[in-house]
């Protein structure tokens, strides 16, 4: 009965670090890198599609590739900073008006990630390229996957691109 009684207590005191260190998290700013930001703004960069869905895709047939298009719609240059993944399991690339590819981009602290240091003129269009691998999982990577590719600008605004799959053996 005492041993209960002690396993209930420490089980309730966990919970509560946990709770409290949730909780806790819930700060102004990110680090990444050694790098301290403050919550990213909406760029000025457009794109007409944001989110695509690879709908059903096999491991056996390999990586996928969705190539979406940014825009700058207003009347000044935009140069583009940084472009990352929110996995290892997905790169991405940006390929200017010269047919010019840069990257691979990838997730921060996982290899290192280049600079963008891409100016994109008024009216100009990039494409980005990304990469999605279903085999970087292993066995374990099967089922809904939900990846995201961030561009960041030299302000600090960020577009986000979405690319989506239900991933089967």
């Known amino acids: 009965m005492k041993s209960i009684s002690i396993i209930s207590i420490v089980l309730v005191i966990l919970l509560g670090l946990f709770l409290w260190g949730y909780g806790g998290s819930k700060g102004t700013t990110a680090s990444v890198q ?39 719609t207003t009347s000044k240059d935009i140069v583009l900073s940084t472009v990352v993944t929110s996995c ?29 240091n891409e100016v994109m003129k008024s009216g100009e269009t990039r494409t980005v390229r990304v990469v999605y691998d279903p085999n970087a999982h292993g066995p374990a990577g099967v089922g809904r996957i939900d990846r995201f590719v961030t561009i960041t600008d030299a302000t600090g605004g960020t577009l986000e691109l979405e690319v989506k799959a239900l991933v089967t053996p």
């Open 34 to 72: 050694g790098v301290t930001q403050t919550p990213a703004s909406a760029s000025e960069l457009t794109a007409a599609e944001t989110l695509y869905d690879f709908g059903t895709i096999s491991m056996k047939d390999g990586n996928v590739t969705k190539d979406f298009t940014v825009e700058n």
């Open 88 to 116: 290892m399991c997905t790169t991405a690339y940006v390929v200017g008006p010269d047919e010019k590819t840069k990257g691979p981009f990838g997730m921060p602290g996982m290899g290192y990630t280049p600079p963008v």
